[in-house]
């Protein structure tokens, strides 16, 4: 089963609050991005966004220039069902991020919770964080949350890689400044409690995607 059949499947059998990612509110993703771009109008993508609540909050907030992505249609079908007419300020993409194909210097802010750590391929990584320099501005931002050390080892049936903030700075290389890290506990809707790992870059590099 590949990628988009895997999260479809979830997305189709799970209400978007019995997840175990579920958030009411992404309070930290929240705070992060608001210390970290200066104006309501930052290009701001939402990698594996999917059916989360933190595109409605950073409307609410007076945000304008919206990205979700995802592999799974269902979960942006969600959604947009959810926001009803305001949906029509979001851009939507469905795709997945290791072949999608971004302009240059798209994005003031790159956020990402919970996808990253599925990437337990060198390769697949290595990728993503290519299209990161490519797709975000010399010194935008990228947030991302990832399990914890402490966290699990799987998630959804899926092997996780889990991080340190060292091990985090490691993987992201030297085009990347680490600006914040800290970590959280999630309690997931069947009362269970997950280490989550966040942390801000300022990218300093820039480079040609992958391929």
Known sequence: ???????????????????????????????????????????????????????????????????????????????????????????????????????????????????FHFLTDDGDRTTYIRQVQWAVKPGGVVVISTFGAAGPEKCSGLDVVRYEPASMKREFGSGFRLLNSMTEVHRTPLGTEQQFLYCSFRVEQRLEPAG
């Open 1 to 115: 089963m590949d990628a988009r059949d895997h999260w479809e499947r979830i997305h189709r059998q799970k209400s978007d609050n019995a997840v175990s990612w579920y958030r009411a509110h992404l309070a930290t993703s929240l705070a992060l991005i608001e210390e970290t771009v200066s104006g309501r109008d930052a290009a701001i993508i939402d990698v594996g966004g999917g059916a989360s609540t933190l595109v409605d909050d950073l409307l609410a907030r007076g945000y304008t220039h919206l990205t979700v992505l995802d592999v799974a249609p269902t979960a942006l079908e969600k959604a947009r069902g959810r926001l009803g007419a305001a949906a029509e300020q979001i851009q939507w993409i469905t795709g997945d991020i290791r072949q999608l194909e971004f302009a240059e210097a798209s994005y003031d802010l790159w956020h990402d919770r919970a996808a």
